[in-house]
Every structure is written in structure tokens, then in C-alpha cells.
């Protein structure tokens, strides 16, 4: 009895983590990039940004959504400058590593961004077209939750200025199935 009860649960749980990025699936999260401080400057320069996002999969692998940035930058000397964002993304994800149970724990993904974006200093601000390209890993720490590292190259062009930036991205993804969705959407409507 223990024996099909364990292959039931385990059968369940397959079906589960594979779930999670299959069609109709909706990703929830933020990212915390660019933590960290500016080292050729002597430490003088610290920067944050908190993204959170959403996305839906349109295809199984393939997820569609919006992030918002909200970031701030301290400089020894300077007024602090405020960054904001709204970016379109399309992230797919890459086959995936077998645990010990043979759960796919971690997955490689690359994440494109495209949308607008506004940074002020000192009174002069910079606004126009930001995007991102990067590559990342989610380690899935349950079937629905996964911890995410990326690297990603950045770029705000507009108002004559071009900035380019590499960072690194922390963050953490939720990941609803598609029937968990429809139950949220309908408790919403009663």
C-alpha cells in the first residue's frame, strides 16, 4: 500500500513540475538588480532596483508579460538619481536539470525587454527607449516557486544620451497553474 501511494504522489508531482511553464500558466515576481557598488570608483557608487513583473505563458516554455523598474542610485558627491521604467518582456525557458527524483529543478531561460524608460539626476533627465537582453537561471525551490539569477545587458537611449549597463539580476518567480488561476479570477467575480 505504501508503495502505490508513494508512486501516486510522486506521478502527481511529476505532472505538477511539469506544469510549470506550460500554456495558460501565469508567473508572478520581482527581480532586485544592479546590488552592488561601483569598485573602479573606490565603493563610491551604490545602486538598487526593485522589478516587479508579470507574466502569462502563451505556449508552453514561452511566457509574455510587463515588469516596472523603480531604482535609485547614490554617488559620493551627488544628489541621489532615480530611475522608472515600464518594459514589455518575452522570456522562453531551456530544457531543465533532473534532480535526484528526477524533478526539474533548474531551468536556463532568456528574457528580452523592450518598453520605456526615465532616468533623472540633478535636475536633467533622460527619457526614450530601455531594454534588456539577457540569461538567466530559475532553481525551483517547490513546484511553483523559483529562485532566479540572471546577467543582463541594459539600455536607456534618449534625449541625446545613451546609457549601456551590465548587471546582475536576484529575484524570485511564483508560478500559478492555469487551474489555480481560474479559481482566483473566479472568487474575484463573486
Known amino acids: 500500500m505504501k508503495k502505490i501511494l508513494m508512486m501516486v504522489v510522486l506521478v502527481m508531482g511529476l505532472q505538477i513540475v511539469h506544469a510549470q511553464t506550460e500554456k ?38 514561452l511566457a509574455l508579460g510587463a515588469r516596472a523598474d523603480f531604482g535609485v542610485t547614490a554617488t559620493k558627491g551627488n544628489k541621489p538619481f532615480f530611475d522608472l521604467g515600464l518594459v514589455p518582456f518575452a522570456r522562453y525557458y531551456f530544457g531543465g536539470y533532473d534532480g535526484p527524483d528526477k524533478v526539474k529543478t533548474a531551468r ?68 500559478l497553474p492555469n487551474n489555480r488561476v481560474k479559481e482566483i479570477r473566479s472568487d474575484i467575480r463573486k
Open 24 to 61: 495558460g500558466n501565469v508567473i508572478i515576481g520581482a527581480q532586485l538588480a544592479n546590488i552592488g557598488a561601483d569598485l573602479k570608483d573606490g565603493g563610491s557608487m551604490l545602486n538598487f532596483t526593485l522589478s516587479p513583473k508579470v507574466g502569462w505563458f502563451v505556449k508552453d516554455d
Open 108 to 175: 536556463v531561460f532568456g528574457e528580452l525587454g523592450a518598453g520605456f524608460g526615465l532616468k533623472s539626476s540633478n535636475g536633467v533627465s533622460t527619457s526614450g527607449f530601455k531594454g534588456n537582453a539577457g540569461v538567466g537561471v530559475a532553481y525551483f525551490v517547490s513546484p511553483t516557486v523559483a529562485l532566479e539569477t540572471s546577467a543582463n545587458l541594459g539600455i536607456l537611449a534618449g534625449s541625446g544620451n545613451t546609457t549601456v549597463s551590465p548587471n546582475i539580476n536576484l529575484g524570485f518567480q511564483i508560478h
